[in-house]
């Protein structure tokens, strides 16, 4: 199995093997761990190339090999299975749409995850702001996201924006940080009521929705200056969440895998839903288990992925919040009482999984050729974070969504043989 | 047994290990002979190295070129189709003006800094050994590492760089965001490592003669014009190396690009091999890849014919007496 991870995704992963082995006494797992997922990728694909492909192997979007004929069709093999076959095992109906091509199983998912907030404790008990909810009901709206946005920004003056004399070029403290990544980004355009990739294979990002929901997020640095320039706190050398653990920013937008390090840092904090726009969303998401098609273990492998889809294996990395559950076992009240962590998961976190992910979660498809599209996007879109653009001038008036189609064009047909 | 001495049938001839011929039942095994296998054994690894991972991959990737293979299944023939694709590929050309204009800033400051410096630290004062070796230091920092560093210090908010200019007075560049900021943040990178090609630089001052110094001073010649008739014209081989190895590197940069920009912001920093490397491992275009390899290639090559011809007419051989 060729997969990557965190030093801490890979202990879980590595006891999660062991007792797959333990299990299955006739079978050993070489478990080819590299570290980075983007190198995994590199690995995986000059593995295939030469030959020597591992028997299961780790994707998000998994479709490209799909397309070539890497990945094997496992619909037989999980309608027989007496667990995995059963309709209301995985949360539907975002795993058939993750995991199935032209109606067949091709890359069940590990897990979900999905983007949402986390806040400073007690920045916010300080500034008297009641912290936003996990519950999608009480979700703060955009605009009262702004607002308290803007009373959590304050300069070396102490001083708000808006205030006269307030400088953006001194701020001590940004009351907000939304990356502009695609996961982070689509959570915005989807509570729209927008769509970024679709199945069918069109970039919905052209959409007055998208584009609204694009541009107020380029506003929070431009125009509310109540966040500093997106890529800052993306790049190299800084995270998101040590910003918000070290009280440079009271508001993090990032994904629930963050749980994992935030939990290991010193601070109050605490989560809630992503801001609504119109509704409340978010995009749900994870890498699939897929299994070669050139395989010479194809009932082993088949007994891995198996294992790799059950409760026992998804819990260890629950339990230190790295993932959220895929399964409706996971998400009944003794299914919570399993994995909900004191000391990781804050109060009311069950809610973020059993009714913000299950009923306001959108699966994020990763059609074939998506690493080129969201490449294209990314160019695209550099000049709206720094003000230089619109978002309409940038995607629509510049003919990059053109461009963009006529790829995923390219990539449908050549999919649709599957 | 006989003993024969050969007179050697050749004009070289060596007074010691002659051509002494020592018959041995039927099998002449010269001294020379044995000298010439046990040389071709020495280098047999480092030959078979290069034929086996170096001459035979390129050979593979040529053919390579006019294929495209998606790394799943197999090659397939498409002639010249990957060289009409580059021809209308918009990355293709972005990347290509990319990576031409970043030579074009990156060699000229490049060479003058390390001659510069060189020509700086090439005095004998106490001492002058740390600072050479402070300069030739970030060489050996691995260039991922370094990238990881800059990273930080180029972080258009928490960085260093911004922290310094924010405290004398200046406003933040947004580095990383801003395409010509992000050229100029490449080129400061790779104007770090000076201290490699300086150090070649002041090798090349200790060899010049102080004969010829001296003569010029004599002549009533100022410091900066002995500068340019004795010292420049003695090391200009050496300045003409520098410039040809210093404009091949640059046009293959990549590792920075790799690392922190991911070819961004607006593909200011889409270098070609960076190009390359997306193309073949992620967009599964081994094929294409391969392609774009070879037009650099031939480009590189082309270019240093170039500067040969050019710029090499231009350099003083003190033995050639030109």
Redesign the interface.
């Given at each position: 199995m060729m997969g990557w991870g965190s030093p801490l995704e890979k202990e879980n992963v590595d006891l999660g093997l062991q007792r797959f082995e333990e299990q299955n006494p006739d079978i050993t797992v070489e478990w080819i761990h590299i570290p980075v997922a983007a190198d995994q990728?590199?690995a995986l694909?000059?593995a295939?190339?030469g030959g020597t492909a591992p028997d299961v192997f780790w994707s998000t979007p998994y479709r490209?090999?799909v397309a070539?004929?890497?990945a094997m069709d496992v619909t037989e093999l999980m309608e027989a299975d007496p667990v995995l076959g059963a309709p209301d095992y995985f949360l539907q109906p975002q795993e058939t749409e993750r995991a199935t091509v032209n109606g067949k199983w091709f890359g069940i998912g590990s897990c979900w995850v999905a983007p949402h907030i986390y806040y400073n404790a007690d920045l916010l008990a300080e500034a008297g702001i009641d912290p936003p909810s996990p519950n999608p009901a009480e979700a703060w709206t955009f605009d009262e996201f702004r607002e308290f946005g803007r009373q959590l920004t304050i300069d070396n003056n102490d001083r708000h924006p808006g205030d006269e004399g307030f400088d953006v070029?001194?701020v001590r403290q940004w009351g907000v940080s939304w990356p502009t990544f695609d996961i982070a980004l689509a959570g915005a355009i989807y509570s729209n009521g927008g769509y970024t990739w679709g199945t069918d294979y069109t970039a919905g990002h052209g959409s007055p929705e998208a584009l609204q929901a694009i541009q107020a997020i380029a506003d929070l640095t431009n125009v509310d200056q109540i966040a500093?320039?997106p890529?800052?706190?993306q790049?190299?050398?800084?995270s998101d969440w040590q910003?918000l653990a070290s009280g440079?920013v009271a508001i993090i937008i990032t994904g629930s895998w963050a749980l994992q390090d935030i939990a290991q840092l010193d601070f109050n904090y605490g989560c809630g839903v992503l801001p609504v726009f119109q509704e409340p969303a978010t995009v749900l998401l994870a890498h699939s288990h897929c299994i070669s098609s050139d395989t010479d273990n194809p009932e082993e492998a088949w007994k891995l992925l198996a294992y790799l889809s059950s409760d026992e294996y998804q819990l260890g990395l629950i339990k230190v919040g790295l993932w959220l559950p895929s399964h409706t076992t996971l998400l009944t009240p003794e299914g919570i009482e399993s994995w909900m962590t004191e000391g990781v998961h804050p109060e009311g976190y069950d809610l973020i999984v059993t009714d913000y992910v299950a009923n306001y979660g959108h699966n994020l498809f990763y059609p074939a050729?998506y690493?080129?599209a969201n490449?294209l996007i990314?160019?695209a879109l550099?000049?709206v974070?720094?003000g230089e653009q619109t978002a309409q001038e940038a995607l629509v008036d510049s003919g990059a969504l053109e461009?963009i189609s006529a790829h995923l064009q390219e990539q449908q047909a050549q999919i649709a043989d599957v | 047994m006989e003993y024969r001495a050969v007179a050697s049938a050749e004009a070289d001839v060596q007074p010691v290990v002659g051509e002494l011929s020592i018959a041995v039942r039927g099998s002449r095994l010269s001294l020379r002979h044995k000298e010439a296998l046990a040389g071709y054994i020495f280098i047999l690894p480092a030959v078979l190295g290069f034929i086996l991972w170096t001459a035979g991959p390129m050979l593979y990737s040529l053919w390579l070129s006019f294929h495209s293979w998606?790394?799943?299944?197999s090659p397939k023939w498409i002639g010249l189709g990957n060289f009409r694709e580059m021809w209308n590929d918009?990355i293709f050309w972005t990347s290509v003006r990319a990576t031409l204009t970043y030579a074009a800033i990156l060699v000229p400051l490049f060479q003058l800094l390390s001659f510069a410096m060189a020509l700086l630290l090439n005095t004998k004062i106490p001492g002058i050994g740390f600072f050479r070796a402070a300069f030739y230091l970030p060489v050996v920092v691995p260039v991922a590492a370094a990238?990881?560093?800059w990273?930080?210090i180029?972080?258009?908010?928490?960085?260093l760089l911004n922290y310094v200019l924010?405290e004398l007075g200046f406003?933040?560049i947004?580095w990383?965001?801003?395409p010509r900021y992000a050229m100029a943040a490449m080129v400061i990178m790779s104007l770090w490592l000076f201290g490699g090609t300086m150090v070649i630089y002041l090798a090349a001052l200790q060899g010049v003669p102080e004969h010829l110094y001296e003569a010029a001073a004599l002549d009533g010649a100022s410091a900066l014009r002995r500068l340019f008739v004795v010292t420049i014209p003695m090391m200009s081989p050496v300045i003409f190396f520098n410039f040809v190895l210093g404009v091949i590197g640059a046009l293959q940069i990549f590792t920075q690009a790799y690392?922190?920009t991911?070819?961004?912001?607006?593909?200011a920093t889409r270098f070609y091999s960076l190009m390359i490397y997306?193309k073949g491992?992620?967009?599964?275009q081994?094929g294409y890849a391969a392609a774009l390899a070879w037009v650099l290639f031939a480009f590189i090559l082309l270019l240093s014919l170039l500067v040969f011809r050019s710029l090499g007419k231009m350099v003083y051989y003190e033995e050639e007496g030109r």
């Open positions: 990728q590199v694909k000059t295939i190339a490209d090999f070539l004929g890497a070029n001194n500093p320039v890529a800052v706190l790049q190299m050398g800084m910003a440079n050729g690493a080129e490449d990314v160019a550099d000049p974070w720094i461009e | 998606n790394l799943v299944q918009r990238s990881f560093l990273g930080f180029f972080n258009s908010e928490f960085g924010r406003d933040k947004l990383f965001q801003e690392i922190i991911d070819g961004g912001p607006q593909n997306q491992f992620r967009d599964f081994m």
